[in-house]
Antibody, heavy 114, light 110 residues
Framework: EEKLVESGGGLVKPGESLRLSCAASGFDFSSFSFSWVRQAPGKGLEWLSSINGGSSLIYHADSMKGRFTISRDNAKNSVFLQMNTLRAEDTAVYYC???????WGPGTLVTVSS | NFMLTQPHSVSESPGKTITLSCTRSSGSIASAYVQWFQQRPGSAPTTVVYESDQRPSGVPDRFSGSIDSSSNSASLTISGLKTEDEADYYCHSYASASRVFGGGTRLTVL
C-alpha cells in the first residue's frame, strides 16, 4: 500500500523553529517529486514548497522564501520541511503531497501560540 | 504567477449532474496538467482527477475531468450525485517554478 505519514507538528511559541517529516512507503520514493501544502483553520489549501527526486530542483512559494526549507533523504524515504521564525499565522495542518498520481498524507498540526 | 478561480459554493440534488469550474487567470490552461482534490470535513484531501482527465484507481467513473482552452478553464463533472460527494473540491496546477491551488468550491448535495 502506498502511504505518506507526516510527523513533527506540535505547539510552539512565536519565533521558534520546527522540522516536519514525511515518511513514505509502498512505492519507489526516489522517482517522485514531493510538495508541502498547508491549510490554516477554515481556509483553503496553500502550496509551500516542492522538491524533485534528486533534490536538484527546489521551489518555494515567495511568501515562504527565507523561512521554510524543503529537503529529502532518499535513503530514508523521507521528505522534510524546516520551518524557522514561526508566526501565529503559520498555524495550520501541514500535508505532504506526492506527484504522479497525487498521494496525500493525513497531515500534522502545527500551532504557533504564546 | 497565475491564479485559479473557483466558485465559492454550489449545490445540487442527489442523482443530478454538476460541473465545477476552475479558471486560469493567465497562461494557457493546457500548458500544465490540472488536478482535482476532494476534501471531506475533518479529513485530508484525496485525489479524484489527475493529469487533467485521469482517474486514480478506486475513484468511480462518475467523476470526470476536462479542460476547455476557449474559456481557459478546467472542469470537474460529477454525475449521479450522492450525499457522500458533499465536500470541498480544489483544483491545482503548475507554473514553471510554482504550484497553485484554487480557492476551493464547497459542494452541497441536498
Amino acid at each position: 500500500e502506498e502511504k505518506l505519514v507526516e510527523s513533527g507538528g506540535g505547539l510552539v511559541k512565536p519565533g521558534e523553529s520546527l522540522r516536519l517529516s514525511c515518511a513514505a512507503s509502498g512505492f519507489d520514493f526516489s522517482s517522485f517529486s514531493f510538495s508541502w501544502v498547508r491549510q490554516a483553520p477554515g481556509k483553503g489549501l496553500e502550496w509551500l514548497s516542492s522538491i524533485n527526486g534528486g533534490s536538484s530542483l527546489i521551489y518555494h512559494a515567495d511568501s515562504m522564501k527565507g523561512r521554510f526549507t524543503i529537503s529529502r533523504d532518499n535513503a530514508k524515504n523521507s521528505v522534510f520541511l524546516q520551518m524557522n521564525t514561526l508566526r501565529a499565522e503559520d498555524t495550520a495542518v501541514y500535508y505532504c503531497l506526492r506527484d504522479g498520481v497525487p498521494l496525500w498524507g493525513p497531515g500534522t498540526l502545527v500551532t504557533v501560540s504564546s | 504567477n497565475f491564479m485559479l478561480t473557483q466558485p465559492h459554493s454550489v449545490s445540487e440534488s442527489p442523482g443530478k449532474t454538476i460541473t465545477l469550474s476552475c479558471t486560469r487567470s493567465s497562461g494557457s490552461i493546457a500548458s500544465a496538467y490540472v488536478q482535482w482534490f476532494q476534501q471531506r470535513p475533518g479529513s485530508a484531501p484525496t485525489t479524484v482527477v489527475y493529469e487533467s482527465d485521469q482517474r486514480p484507481s478506486g475513484v468511480p467513473d462518475r467523476f470526470s475531468g476536462s479542460i476547455d482552452s476557449s474559456s481557459n478553464s478546467a472542469s470537474l463533472t460529477i454525475s449521479g450525485l450522492k450525499t457522500e460527494d458533499e465536500a470541498d473540491y480544489y483544483c491545482h496546477s503548475y507554473a514553471s517554478a510554482s504550484r497553485v491551488f484554487g480557492g476551493g468550491t464547497r459542494l452541497t448535495v441536498l
